[in-house]
């Protein structure tokens, strides 16, 4: 598979050079903001930044190029007018099957919080300084989860608590990868799920496998549409 990539950040480093390890991959060009891309590649992904998305896609469109999106803090509203572009786009905030894991853990927890009216929910997340938005793309997967199982939250609020809404907090310090709790705080009990990133190339390795499953499909999709396939399963037979 001939591959390109939008941005040389940390995300865009890490699968260049996984990339170059794997010798059916092919690393065609790694370009950074004002850089035009190079030859026809059979994917591409966006490692970029938010407001350089909305060109990129074009791009794809225009090249009928297949695209996976790891960049966040963009207004997902655009998609809509590439629905019938003919190519495959795969959006994911977070590239960890774990954490697909834990989004579908996330949606049990909150179904459990139901039970009680007096139980709390909470998402804690951690990021390096250098990280832009706050709060990141899985901690707004990860509260949406919790709401989803738990019909009093119709959705999250970063700060102080408020009714109705999964607190979350974000702290952005020092040179930590990524770390994700959801919490259920109950009078007499806590429960807590917690994923720490400890390298980069966990997060490549994902969107590497996301570039390969997106290849030929058509139409918008998620990486928790992949990760299904694999985790799902689990879950099947734990109910057996």
């Known amino acids: 598979m001939r591959i390109g990539i939008f941005g040389h950040g940390k995300l865009g480093t890490a699968v260049a050079a996984l990339a170059a ?3 059916d991959i092919d690393l065609a060009w790694i370009v950074d903001k004002g850089e035009p891309p190079g030859s026809k590649v059979d994917v591409a ?5 938010a407001n350089a998305v909305a060109g990129h896609l074009e791009w794809a469109s225009s090249t009928g190029t297949d695209f996976v999106i790891g960049t966040t803090g963009w207004d997902k509203a655009i998609l809509e007018g590439y629905r019938e572009a003919g190519i495959g786009i795969l959006v994911s905030a977070n590239f960890s099957l774990a954490v697909a894991f834990m989004r579908r853990a996330a949606v049990a927890i909150g179904r459990l919080a139901a039970l009680d009216a007096e139980v ?3 998402v804690v997340e951690r990021h390096h300084k250098h ?3 706050a709060p990141s793309g899985t901690a707004k997967l990860l509260a949406a989860a919790l709401a989803e199982g738990c019909p009093r939250y119709d959705g999250w609020v970063l700060g102080a608590a408020q009714e109705g809404k999964v ?4 702290l952005r310090s020092g040179a930590e990868i990524g770390f994700h709790e959801i919490r259920l705080e109950a009078a007499a009990e ?10 980069r190339e966990l997060f490549a390795a994902g969107a590497l496998r996301a570039m390969l499953w997106i290849r030929g499909r058509k139409g918008l999709h998620r ?14 037979k734990g109910e057996q």
């Open 21 to 23: 390890r794997d010798r």
């Open 45 to 49: 992904l966006d490692a970029s930044a």
């Open 120 to 122: 709390d929910l909470a």
């Open 131 to 133: 990280k832009a938005d």
């Open 167 to 170: 607190s979350v907090s974000s």
């Open 190 to 199: 806590t429960l807590s799920l917690a994923h720490e990133a400890k390298t």
């Open 223 to 236: 990486f928790d549409e992949l990760a299904a396939e694999l985790i799902d399963p689990m879950f099947a």
